[in-house]
């Protein structure tokens, strides 16, 4: 069975500060698939990355990065210098081998306060 | 290019009322997912297609739902007959590979209260 457990509910930060998501995930494949989706209040769902699981390098785009660490089965978001518009629910997600339907997390509201 | 194009974008109906939605994946996708948000259980898979072929209704909950793809361009998802309990925001997303590797592009949704 997939699971994905994201244990924070809401987190609200201050501008500029750093945040991290963190996401947890269960599956007994071997081969699975982790991503992450924004949605904004406007409420649709954003794309912002994929990561399969013979990859652990962490990944960088602009102030967002991601640490995936199968010892532990995490795969954990950051946004670094948090700006008002990365307030949104961020979403985790994963995809088992030979499947192609996604487990969502139950959201992370991220709130940040100007 | 368009994004998923999904239509209505609220609907508004009183119970036992049929209700349709419709969904235009992006061309070339041939992967198809019905999803539902509410606050209660999240994001739930319903019903996914790929070359226009059912493959796991499983989420599908009740006899109520029914969902359609006849063609690549084009799927709904029926409702009939609605129950406040239904009462939701579907999702469609498309996909460009059968396995599980590419990235779901999602529609804005469609906004469903059911009186």
């Known amino acids: 069975a997939q699971k994905v457990t994201q244990a924070q509910t809401e987190i609200s930060v201050v501008e500029k500060e750093d945040v991290t998501l963190d996401c947890v995930y269960e599956?007994?494949?071997?081969?699975?698939?982790l991503f992450w989706y924004k949605q904004p209040p406007s409420g649709e769902l954003v794309f912002l990355i994929r990561?399969?699981?013979?990859?652990?390098q962490n990944e960088i785009s602009g102030r967002y990065s991601w640490n995936f660490q199968k010892s532990t089965s995490s795969f954990n978001f950051t946004i670094t210098a948090s700006q008002v518009v990365d307030s949104a629910v961020y979403f985790c997600?994963?995809?088992?081998?030979?499947?192609?339907?996604?487990?969502f997390g139950t959201g992370t509201r991220l709130t940040v306060i100007p | 290019d368009a994004g998923v194009i999904q239509s209505p974008r609220h609907e508004v109906t009183e119970m036992g009322q049929e209700v349709t939605l419709r969904c235009k994946p992006i061309?070339?996708?041939?992967?198809l997912f019905w999803y539902r948000q509410t606050m209660m259980r999240g994001l739930e898979l319903l019903i996914y297609?790929?070359?226009?072929?059912?493959?796991?209704d499983s989420g599908m909950p009740e006899d109520r739902f029914s969902a359609k793809m006849p063609n690549a361009s084009f799927s709904t998802l029926k409702i009939q007959p609605s129950e406040p309990r239904d009462s939701a925001v579907y999702f469609c997303?498309?996909?460009?590979?059968?396995?599980?590797?590419?990235?779901?592009?999602f529609g804005p949704g469609t906004r469903l209260t059911v009186l």
């Open positions: 599956t007994r494949d071997t081969t699975y698939y």
């Open positions: 997600a994963l995809s088992g081998t030979g499947a192609n339907n996604l487990f």
């Open positions: 297609f790929n070359n226009n072929v059912p493959i796991d």
């Open positions: 061309s070339g996708h041939n992967s």
């Open positions: 997303a498309s996909s460009s590979r059968r396995d599980s590797y590419n990235e779901q592009f």
């Open positions: 990561r399969n699981s013979f990859d652990e």
